[in-house]
C-alpha cells in the first residue's frame, strides 16, 4: 500500500512540475520547443509510474525482455534464448526447428529473417533493404523493444523511485552508423532536470581512448542537440566510438549505447557481381539451380562475407507478382565464390527474374567504413516441359514425280535447321532392295518451316521410292526423322509414269 501511495503521489508531483515549469516561462522566456521536450518527459515518465502502479494493482503478467544487445549466427545464452520467446510468441513459420535451443543458428537466423520481413516497413525499407538478414542489429531490436520490451509502459515489476528529478539519455548516434570526415552530425539527447545544467559532447576513440571535444563552450542541456563537426585528425579504419554527453558535477550524464565507425572521405567502395555462372535461358520443371557468383569491391578485392557481406538470390515471376524462391547465398572460402541452390518453379505457363542481390549486411563490420550501396543483376529465365523432338515432311509427301539428275526442295517442319544443326536425306525403293543417300545441297528455316535442296542422283532405278529426312545436332546426338506418306515415281524422263 506504501508502493502504491507513493506513486500516486509521483504522478501528482510530475503533473505539478509541468505546470509549475509552464507558469515559470513568463519570467524568463524560453523556445516553445525546449517546453514542449519537457512536457514530454513528464508526460513519459507519468506514463512510466502508471505503468507501476498497474503492476502493484495485480499486473498483466505478460512476457517480457529489454533487446539491448546485436545478435547473430554463432552468439548463445540467455539473449538468445530471449530472442527465440519473441519470435515464438510472433507465430512464425519454421519455428519447431529452434525450440528449446539457445544457440543462434541457422535456423534461427532464419526464423529473424521471417520476422524482419513481417515488419520490413520499419526494419529494412528505413535501411534499403530488399530482404531479411538474418542479423539482429539496431533496427531489428527496436522493433522487438517496441513489441517486448519491458520499459515504459511494459515493467516487469515495480521500478524504484529515483532518488533525483535528472536524467539524460543518448538518442543519436547510439550504435551501428557511419560518420564521414569533413561532415557535420547532429547528436542527440533527451534531458530532464535543472535548467542550469550545461553539457560537453565528446568523441572517444575505444580502442585508443583518444577522446575529441565537439563544443569548446559549453552548451544548455535542456537544448538536446549539438552538431558534430567531424574533423579530419579524427582516425578510421577499423576503430570504434562512442559518444558522451557529460554533464559535469552534480549534473546527469549518458553514453552511447554500442559503437559507430568513422570513414573517410575518399573510402567510398563500389560492389559489383562480375560472374555468375550456371544461369541459364530455361531450366525444367523443379530442376536445382546451381549458382556460383562472384561478388567484387572496386579495387578487385573479393566482397567476403567476413567482411560483412551477403549476397541474396530470389526467383520471381517476371511481373514480380510472386516470390517462388529465395536465399542467402554461402560464400566459399576455398573459392572464393558464393553458392547457391534453388529449384526452379513448376508452372511453365510464366515467366521468370532470377535475381542476385549483393550487399553490406552486418552492422559493426569493415564494410560498413567504406560506404558501400547494392547492387543487383537480374537474368530472366523459362520453364520448359520435356518434349522429344521430332519432324513432319510435308513436300514431297507422296504422288510426286523426280526426274534423274534434277534438284528439287524438300519441306519439313519441327526440329528446325540452325546452327550446329545439319540435315540428309534417303531414298528407299518400294521393294526395300535400293537405299540411296542423296546430297542435300543446302538447307535452312523460315517461319517455322525448314527446306533444303537435294539433287536426284542419275544412277537411280527408276520406279517409287520413299523419301527419308534426317536431321542431327551435333552438341546433343539428338537424331529426329520422318518418312513421306506416300511414294515419290522417280523416272528418266519427264512425263514418265
Same mark, same amino acid.
Given at each position: 500500500?506504501?508502493?502504491?501511495?507513493?506513486?500516486?503521489?509521483?504522478?501528482?508531483?510530475?503533473?505539478?512540475?509541468?505546470?509549475?515549469?509552464?507558469?515559470?516561462?513568463?519570467?524568463?522566456?524560453?523556445?516553445?520547443?525546449?517546453?514542449?521536450?519537457?512536457?514530454?518527459?513528464?508526460?513519459?515518465?507519468?506514463?512510466?509510474?502508471?505503468?507501476?502502479?498497474?503492476?502493484?494493482?495485480?499486473?498483466?503478467?505478460?512476457?517480457?525482455?529489454?533487446?539491448?544487445?546485436?545478435?547473430?549466427?554463432?552468439?548463445?545464452?540467455?539473449?538468445?534464448?530471449?530472442?527465440?520467446?519473441?519470435?515464438?510468441?510472433?507465430?512464425?513459420?519454421? !519455428?519447431?526447428?529452434?525450440?528449446?535451443?539457445?544457440?543462434?543458428?541457422?535456423?534461427?537466423?532464419?526464423?529473424?529473417?521471417?520476422?524482419?520481413?513481417?515488419?520490413?516497413?520499419?526494419?529494412?525499407?528505413?535501411?534499403?533493404?530488399?530482404?531479411?538478414?538474418?542479423?539482429?542489429?539496431?533496427?531489428?531490436?527496436?522493433?522487438?523493444?517496441?513489441?517486448?520490451?519491458?520499459?515504459?509502459?511494459?515493467?516487469?515489476?515495480?521500478?524504484?523511485?529515483?532518488?533525483?528529478?535528472?536524467?539524460?539519455?543518448?538518442?543519436?548516434?547510439?550504435?551501428?552508423?557511419?560518420?564521414?570526415?569533413?561532415?557535420?552530425? %547532429?547528436?542527440?539527447?533527451?534531458?530532464?532536470?535543472?535548467?542550469?545544467?550545461?553539457?560537453?559532447?565528446?568523441?572517444?576513440?575505444?580502442?585508443?581512448?583518444?577522446?575529441?571535444?565537439?563544443?569548446?563552450?559549453?552548451?544548455?542541456?535542456?537544448?538536446?542537440?549539438?552538431?558534430?563537426?567531424?574533423?579530419?585528425?579524427?582516425?578510421?579504419?577499423?576503430?570504434?566510438?562512442?559518444?558522451?554527453?557529460?554533464?559535469?558535477?552534480?549534473?546527469?550524464?549518458?553514453?552511447?549505447?554500442?559503437?559507430?565507425?568513422?570513414?573517410?572521405?575518399?573510402?567510398?567502395?563500389?560492389?559489383?557481381?562480375?560472374?555468375?555462372?550456371?544461369?541459364?535461358?530455361?531450366?525444367?520443371?523443379?530442376?536445382?539451380?546451381?549458382?556460383?557468383? &562472384?561478388?567484387?569491391?572496386?579495387?578487385?578485392?573479393?566482397?567476403?562475407?567476413?567482411?560483412?557481406?551477403?549476397?541474396?538470390?530470389?526467383?520471381? %515471376?517476371?511481373?514480380?507478382?510472386?516470390?517462388?524462391?529465395? !536465399?542467402?547465398?554461402?560464400?566459399?572460402? !576455398?573459392?572464393?565464390?558464393?553458392?547457391?541452390? !534453388?529449384?526452379?518453379?513448376?508452372?511453365?505457363?510464366?515467366?521468370?527474374?532470377?535475381?542476385?542481390?549483393?550487399?553490406?549486411?552486418?552492422?559493426?563490420?569493415?564494410?560498413?567504413?567504406?560506404?558501400?550501396?547494392?547492387?543487383?543483376?537480374?537474368?530472366?529465365?523459362?520453364?520448359?516441359?520435356?518434349?522429344?523432338?521430332?519432324?513432319?515432311?510435308?513436300?514431297?509427301?507422296?504422288?510426286?514425280?523426280?526426274?534423274?539428275?534434277?534438284?528439287?526442295?524438300?519441306?519439313? &517442319?519441327?526440329?528446325?535447321?540452325?546452327?550446329?544443326?545439319?540435315?540428309?536425306?534417303?531414298?528407299?525403293?518400294?521393294?526395300?532392295?535400293?537405299?540411296?543417300?542423296?546430297?542435300?545441297?543446302?538447307?535452312?528455316?523460315?517461319?517455322?518451316?525448314?527446306?533444303?535442296?537435294?539433287?536426284?542422283?542419275?544412277?537411280?532405278?527408276?520406279?517409287?521410292?520413299?523419301?527419308?529426312?534426317?536431321?542431327?545436332?551435333?552438341?546433343?546426338?539428338?537424331?529426329?526423322?520422318?518418312?513421306?506418306?506416300?511414294?515419290?515415281?522417280?523416272?528418266?524422263?519427264?512425263?514418265?509414269?
Amino acid at each position: 500500500m506504501e508502493n502504491k501511495s507513493f506513486i500516486v503521489c509521483a504522478i501528482l508531483v510530475a503533473i505539478g512540475g509541468a505546470l509549475l515549469s509552464a507558469q515559470m516561462v513568463d519570467a524568463t522566456p524560453s523556445p516553445a520547443e525546449e517546453l514542449r521536450l519537457q512536457i514530454q518527459q513528464l508526460l513519459a515518465q507519468v506514463a512510466n509510474l502508471q505503468a507501476q502502479l498497474g503492476q502493484l494493482e495485480g499486473g498483466s503478467g505478460q512476457w517480457c525482455h529489454n533487446f539491448d544487445t546485436n545478435l547473430r549466427i554463432g552468439d548463445s545464452g540467455s539473449e538468445v534464448v530471449a530472442l527465440r520467446t519473441a519470435l515464438e510468441q510472433e507465430g512464425l513459420s519454421g !519455428l519447431k526447428a529452434i525450440a528449446g535451443t539457445s544457440e543462434f543458428n541457422e535456423q534461427m537466423a532464419s526464423a529473424v529473417v521471417g520476422f524482419q520481413e513481417k515488419y520490413k516497413n520499419e526494419i529494412l525499407t528505413p535501411l534499403g533493404l530488399p530482404r531479411g538478414t538474418g542479423f539482429v542489429g539496431s533496427a531489428s531490436r527496436a522493433k522487438l523493444n517496441a513489441l517486448y520490451s519491458c520499459r515504459g509502459i511494459r515493467p516487469t515489476q515495480p521500478v524504484p523511485a529515483p532518488t533525483s528529478a535528472s536524467s539524460m539519455i543518448v538518442l543519436s548516434p547510439n550504435g551501428g552508423e557511419t560518420w564521414e570526415i569533413g561532415k557535420t552530425y %547532429d547528436v542527440t539527447w533527451s534531458y530532464v532536470g535543472p535548467r542550469e545544467c550545461t553539457v560537453s559532447v565528446i568523441l572517444t576513440n575505444v580502442k585508443s581512448g583518444m577522446s575529441y571535444g565537439g563544443n569548446n563552450l559549453p552548451i544548455s542541456a535542456v537544448v538536446g542537440r549539438y552538431s558534430f563537426v567531424v574533423s579530419d585528425n579524427i582516425s578510421t579504419g577499423s576503430d570504434v566510438y562512442k559518444i558522451e554527453v557529460n554533464g559535469g558535477k552534480g549534473c546527469p550524464s549518458d553514453e552511447s549505447d554500442r559503437y559507430f565507425s568513422v570513414a573517410s572521405a575518399e573510402s567510398a567502395t563500389t560492389l559489383s557481381i562480375a560472374d555468375v555462372s550456371g544461369v541459364k535461358s530455361s531450366y525444367t520443371p523443379g530442376e536445382k539451380i546451381i549458382l556460383a557468383i &562472384k561478388g567484387m569491391e572496386s579495387d578487385g578485392t573479393p566482397a567476403m562475407s567476413s567482411e560483412g557481406y551477403n549476397i541474396q538470390v530470389y526467383i520471381y %515471376d517476371s511481373g514480380r507478382t510472386k516470390t517462388y524462391a529465395g !536465399l542467402n547465398a554461402v560464400y566459399n572460402q !576455398l573459392t572464393g565464390l558464393w553458392d547457391a541452390l !534453388l529449384p526452379a518453379p513448376t508452372d511453365t505457363s510464366l515467366s521468370y527474374d532470377l535475381e542476385v542481390t549483393l550487399y553490406c549486411a552486418t552492422p559493426g563490420y569493415p564494410c560498413m567504413t567504406r560506404k558501400t550501396e547494392q547492387v543487383n543483376k537480374v537474368f530472366r529465365f523459362n520453364v520448359v516441359s520435356v518434349v522429344t523432338p521430332s519432324i513432319t515432311i510435308l513436300s514431297p509427301n507422296g504422288g510426286e514425280t523426280w526426274i534423274l539428275g534434277k534438284t528439287y526442295t524438300v519441306q519439313w &517442319k519441327g526440329f528446325e535447321v540452325q546452327k550446329g544443326r545439319w540435315a540428309y536425306a534417303t531414298l528407299f525403293s518400294a521393294d526395300g532392295k535400293e537405299i540411296h543417300a542423296i546430297t542435300v545441297l543446302s538447307a535452312g528455316t523460315s517461319y517455322g518451316v525448314s527446306d533444303a535442296q537435294v539433287s536426284v542422283p542419275t544412277y537411280l532405278k527408276g520406279g517409287p521410292y520413299r523419301l527419308q529426312i534426317t536431321v542431327i545436332e551435333g552438341s546433343t546426338g539428338i537424331r529426329v526423322y520422318d518418312d513421306s506418306d506416300g511414294y515419290i515415281n522417280i523416272c528418266e524422263l519427264a512425263g514418265c509414269g
